[in-house]
């Protein structure tokens, strides 16, 4: 396997602002924001991305939505967020290791661009 940024981030090697951490989920915050609240939330075990989820790791998947939903409530989000994989290159997926942007504190269009 490649190098992966986000391996690195749920080994402690690489410091990351945490919001939420167990032995299996992390958030914390994207490093380049693109809403005045954006945070990932990410399996700390390497899964490549939504197409790499089954039955051995949907668990973990459920779990995050869990974590997302709590961290919503405790950022205060309540007029409404964005979730977002970015799934492969079409995607712009460009760090190749599961995780959900979650995005909050404007308006976000629909379709997306
Ligand atoms: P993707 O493009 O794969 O959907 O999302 C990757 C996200 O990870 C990007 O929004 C990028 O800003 C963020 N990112 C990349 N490297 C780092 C890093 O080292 N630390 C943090 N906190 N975010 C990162
Ligand atoms: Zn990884």
């Known amino acids: 396997m490649d190098h992966c940024v986000f391996c690195d981030i749920a080994d402690g090697k690489l410091k990351a602002k945490i919001l939420y951490k167990d032995e299996k989920i992390m958030a914390f915050y994207d490093l380049e924001a693109v809403a005045p609240i954006h945070f990932l939330v990410m399996s700390r075990a390497h899964i490549v991305?939504?197409?790499?989820?089954?039955?051995?790791?949907?668990?973990?998947?459920?779990?995050?939505?869990?974590?997302?939903?709590?961290?919503?409530?405790?950022?205060?989000?309540?007029?409404?967020?964005?979730?977002?994989?970015?799934?492969?290159?079409?995607?712009?997926?460009?760090?190749?290791?599961?995780?959900?942007?979650?995005?909050?504190?404007?308006?976000?269009?629909?379709?997306?661009?």
């Open 49 to 113: 991305s939504v197409k790499a989820i089954n039955k051995e790791n949907s668990s973990t998947v459920s779990g995050i939505f869990e974590v997302i939903a709590a961290l919503a409530k405790k950022l205060e989000l309540v007029d409404g967020f964005r979730v977002v994989a970015n799934s492969g290159k079409l995607a712009g997926q460009t760090v190749n290791h599961l995780h959900f942007h979650v995005l909050g504190g404007r308006v976000f269009e629909w379709p997306p661009g």
